[in-house]
């Protein structure tokens, strides 16, 4: 059974930083991409940063420039470095990740989502 599990949320004056973290963890054998989206109240989830197998990163535009996604493939986990906070990015940010168990095809699997609020 596969999961991910986010942390480093939190609450965070303008300007600030926050790093996330999400860790795969069960019976994995090997991971294609993973991703953090966001999701602000009354709004559809979005795409903030991919990080594919291969070291290709891509960002949203309006994270561009701010926010670096990295990932530690030994542990299984991808990291969201989240710098110069503007208030527009408070959302619940979820981890997504396409990935192939040792049993089973390839999936998609998500997070439970992690709050990110920031105060102006």
């Known amino acids: 059974q596969v999961q991910l599990v986010e942390s480093g949320g939190g609450l965070v004056q303008a300007g600030g930083s926050l790093r996330l973290s999400c860790a795969a963890s069960?019976?994995?054998?090997?991971?294609?991409?993973m991703r953090w989206y966001r999701q602000a109240p009354g709004n559809e989830r979005e795409l903030v940063a991919s990080?594919?197998?291969?070291?290709?990163?891509n960002y949203a535009d309006s994270v561009n420039g701010r926010f670096i996604i990295s990932r530690d493939n030994a542990k299984n986990t991808v990291f969201l470095q989240m710098n110069s906070l503007k208030p527009e990015d408070t959302a619940v940010y979820y981890c997504?990740?396409?990935?192939?168990?040792?049993?089973?095809?390839?999936?998609?699997?998500w997070g439970q989502g992690t709050q990110v609020t920031v105060s102006s």
């Open positions: 997504n990740a396409k990935i192939l168990p040792r049993i089973g095809g390839w999936a998609d699997y």
């Open positions: 069960g019976s994995i054998f090997s991971i294609n991409y």
């Open positions: 990080f594919i197998s291969g070291g290709v990163t």
